[in-house]
C-alpha cells in the first residue's frame, strides 16, 4: 500500500507549521520533535504553545438528531473529515449477518469478543453514504480521519485480542493501530497484508487513537505495561511513517472519580466513552446509558438517572497532565469536567463519540467538538451528534 507524504504543508497541518519552541513540564514527558524549533518547518513545534480551548460552558447545539447507521447496534466512535464533509463512524457489528468468506450467520456475542467493527460514512447532515466491515479489529472506541484528497484513511485498533470489559462481557481491544483507506462496501481482515499497522508503545493493549485536524496530530491511547492508561500525541506525518521514538506529549489518563468530592453514590465511574484532541488540549467524553447501575458501598445504585444522566465532557492540558481550568475542592459538576444533559430526550442515551469538526478550511483555529449519542431500542439504535462552538482564546 501507498502511504501519501504531502510535499507542503496542507491545511490539515496549517498551524502546526507556525509554532514557537515547544513548553516544558516536569510532571509529564514532552519532545521538541525531531527538527529544532529554529527549523522550518517543525514538526510538533507548535503542540504546547497557546491554543484555543473548547468553552464547557457554552450552549450544546443540536447537530444530528438520530440517524440510522449501516448497523443497529450502538455506535462506538466517530470522527470528522473536514476536508471532505464527512463524518465515520464506528459500531460493533450486528449479530445475524453473514459477510464474504463466511460459513454462515455471525452471532452479536462473537462479534463483540472477535472485534468485528462496522465502519458508516455520512454526509454533515447523517446522511448514509458508505459503509465497510472490519474483522478482528477490536471494540471501536475511537476513531482517527485523515483526509487524503477526496477520501479518507482511517486510524483503528487492529489485532485484537479477546478480553473481559467493565460491564464483564467478553469483548476485543487491540493491540496494535492500523491506517488504511475507507473503501466502500469493502470487508477488511486485520491479517490483511495491505494494511499498515504500528506498534506505537512496545507491550501496549487497549490501542486507539485520533487525529488532531488543525494542528495535524495523531493523539494514542494506550493500557502500558504496568496497567495505567495514557495517552501520547505524535506529529501525523512522522506517526504515518512509523516514527514514535519522539512523543510531543505523554501524560497518564485522569480520573474523575479521584477529584475530591466526587459524588460517588451519584454518578459513579463513568465510561469513557470518546476522546478529541486540539493542541495542547485533551477532551475527553464519559457517561453511561440511562438506568445503568453500579454496585457501590455494597448496595446496587443508579448512576444514570432517566433525563439526567452521568455524562461529562471534559478538558485536560497536555503540558500539566490535569484538568485545564482546574476544577475547584469540592467537586463542582458545572465546571470541569463539566455535567452536561446534551441530547437529554433521547430514548436510551449512551454518550458515544467525540470529534473535531472544522466548518471552514481557511479558518482552521475556529472548530467545534461534536459529542455522540446513542438512542432508542435494541435491534434499532440511532446515533445523534450534539455539539460546542465556543472556544476561549490563550492570551
Same mark, same amino acid.
Given at each position: 500500500?501507498?502511504?501519501? *507524504?504531502?510535499?507542503?504543508?496542507?491545511?490539515?497541518?496549517?498551524?502546526?507549521?507556525?509554532?514557537?519552541?515547544?513548553?516544558?513540564?516536569? *510532571?509529564?514527558?514532552?519532545?521538541?520533535?525531531?527538527?529544532?524549533?529554529?527549523?522550518?518547518?517543525?514538526?510538533?513545534?507548535?503542540?504546547?504553545? !497557546?491554543?484555543?480551548?473548547?468553552?464547557?460552558?457554552?450552549?450544546?447545539?443540536?447537530?444530528?438528531?438520530?440517524?440510522?447507521?449501516?448497523?443497529?447496534?450502538?455506535?462506538?466512535?466517530?470522527?470528522?473529515?473536514?476536508?471532505?464533509?464527512?463524518?465515520?463512524? +464506528?459500531?460493533?457489528?450486528?449479530?445475524?449477518?453473514?459477510? =464474504?468468506?463466511?460459513?454462515?450467520?455471525?452471532?452479536?456475542?462473537?462479534?463483540?469478543?472477535?472485534?468485528?467493527?462496522?465502519?458508516?460514512?455520512?454526509?454533515?447532515?447523517?446522511?448514509?453514504?458508505?459503509?465497510?466491515?472490519?474483522?478482528?479489529?477490536?471494540?471501536?472506541?475511537?476513531?482517527?480521519?485523515?483526509?487524503?484528497?477526496?477520501? +479518507?484513511?482511517?486510524?483503528?485498533?487492529?489485532?485484537?485480542?479477546?478480553? *473481559?470489559?467493565?460491564?464483564?462481557?467478553?469483548?476485543?481491544?487491540?493491540?496494535?493501530? =492500523?491506517?488504511? /483507506?475507507?473503501?466502500?462496501?469493502?470487508?477488511?481482515?486485520?491479517?490483511?497484508?495491505?494494511?499498515?499497522?504500528?506498534?506505537?508503545?512496545?507491550?501496549?493493549?487497549?490501542?486507539?487513537?485520533?487525529?488532531?485536524?488543525?494542528?495535524?496530530?495523531? =493523539?494514542?491511547?494506550?493500557?502500558?505495561?504496568?496497567?495505567?492508561?495514557?495517552?501520547?500525541?505524535?506529529?501525523?506525518?512522522?506517526?504515518?511513517?512509523?516514527?514514535?521514538?519522539?512523543?510531543?506529549?505523554?501524560?497518564?489518563? /485522569?480520573?474523575?472519580?479521584?477529584?475530591?468530592?466526587?459524588?460517588?453514590?451519584?454518578?459513579?465511574? /463513568?465510561?469513557?466513552?470518546?476522546?478529541?484532541?486540539?493542541?495542547?488540549?485533551?477532551?475527553?467524553?464519559?457517561?453511561?446509558?440511562?438506568?445503568?447501575?453500579?454496585?457501590?458501598?455494597?448496595?446496587?445504585?443508579?448512576?444514570?438517572?432517566?433525563?439526567?444522566?452521568?455524562?461529562?465532557?471534559?478538558?485536560?492540558?497536555?503540558?500539566?497532565?490535569?484538568?485545564? !481550568?482546574?476544577?475547584?475542592?469540592?467537586?463542582?459538576?458545572?465546571?470541569?469536567?463539566?455535567?452536561?444533559?446534551?441530547?437529554?430526550?433521547?430514548?436510551?442515551?449512551? /454518550?458515544?463519540?467525540?470529534?473535531?469538526?472544522?466548518?471552514?478550511?481557511?479558518?482552521?483555529?475556529?472548530?467545534?467538538?461534536?459529542?455522540?449519542?446513542?438512542?432508542?431500542?435494541?435491534?434499532?439504535?440511532? +446515533?445523534?451528534?450534539?455539539?460546542?462552538?465556543?472556544?476561549?482564546?490563550?492570551?
Amino acid at each position: 500500500m501507498t502511504n501519501e *507524504t504531502p510535499s507542503r504543508p496542507s491545511r490539515r497541518s496549517l498551524l502546526a507549521w507556525t509554532g514557537t519552541t515547544a513548553l516544558t513540564a516536569a *510532571t509529564v514527558s514532552l519532545g521538541a520533535g525531531p527538527a529544532s524549533a529554529a527549523t522550518f518547518p517543525a514538526p510538533g513545534s507548535a503542540l504546547l504553545v !497557546p491554543s484555543a480551548r473548547i468553552d464547557l460552558n457554552s450552549p450544546s447545539e443540536r447537530w444530528i438528531r438520530e440517524k440510522t447507521t449501516r448497523d443497529v447496534t450502538i455506535i462506538q466512535a466517530l470522527g470528522y473529515d473536514n476536508a471532505n464533509g464527512h463524518i465515520y463512524l +464506528a459500531q460493533v457489528t450486528q449479530g445475524g449477518l453473514q459477510l =464474504a468468506g463466511e460459513s454462515g450467520p455471525v452471532s452479536s456475542a462473537d462479534r463483540n469478543r472477535r472485534g468485528d467493527l462496522t465502519i458508516t460514512k455520512w454526509d454533515m447532515e447523517g446522511n448514509t453514504l458508505g459503509y465497510m466491515y472490519l474483522r478482528g479489529f477490536g471494540h471501536g472506541g475511537n476513531i482517527g480521519v485523515e483526509p487524503v484528497g477526496s477520501g +479518507a484513511y482511517l486510524w483503528m485498533e487492529a489485532d485484537g485480542v479477546e478480553v *473481559t470489559d467493565v460491564a464483564g462481557n467478553l469483548s476485543s481491544r487491540g493491540t496494535r493501530l =492500523a491506517r488504511f /483507506p475507507f473503501a466502500n462496501g469493502q470487508v477488511l481482515d486485520t491479517t490483511s497484508p495491505t494494511l499498515a499497522k504500528y506498534t506505537p508503545v512496545a507491550g501496549s493493549t487497549h490501542n486507539s487513537a485520533t487525529v488532531d485536524p488543525v494542528y495535524g496530530r495523531l =493523539a494514542i491511547r494506550y493500557l502500558d505495561t504496568d496497567k495505567v492508561f495514557k495517552f501520547q500525541v505524535h506529529d501525523l506525518d512522522l506517526a504515518r511513517l512509523g516514527v514514535w521514538s519522539q512523543p510531543l506529549a505523554t501524560i497518564s489518563q /485522569p480520573s474523575l472519580t479521584a477529584l475530591p468530592g466526587w459524588p460517588l453514590t451519584t454518578y459513579g465511574s /463513568p465510561y469513557l466513552q470518546g476522546y478529541a484532541v486540539v493542541g495542547r488540549y485533551l477532551y475527553m467524553l464519559h457517561g453511561n446509558s440511562y438506568g445503568s447501575k453500579q454496585t457501590i458501598d455494597g448496595q446496587e445504585v443508579v448512576i444514570s438517572e432517566p433525563g439526567v444522566g452521568n455524562t461529562f465532557l471534559s478538558a485536560v492540558n497536555l503540558a500539566t497532565g490535569a484538568f485545564d !481550568p482546574a476544577p475547584p475542592a469540592p467537586f463542582d459538576k458545572d465546571v470541569n469536567p463539566l455535567h452536561t444533559t446534551a441530547a437529554y430526550s433521547l430514548i436510551f442515551r449512551e /454518550p458515544e463519540g467525540l470529534g473535531v469538526r472544522v466548518p471552514d478550511l481557511a479558518r482552521p483555529d475556529v472548530f467545534g467538538l461534536g459529542m455522540g449519542f446513542a438512542s432508542d431500542d435494541a435491534g434499532k439504535r440511532k +446515533a445523534s451528534i450534539y455539539g460546542k462552538t465556543g472556544l476561549i482564546r490563550s492570551a
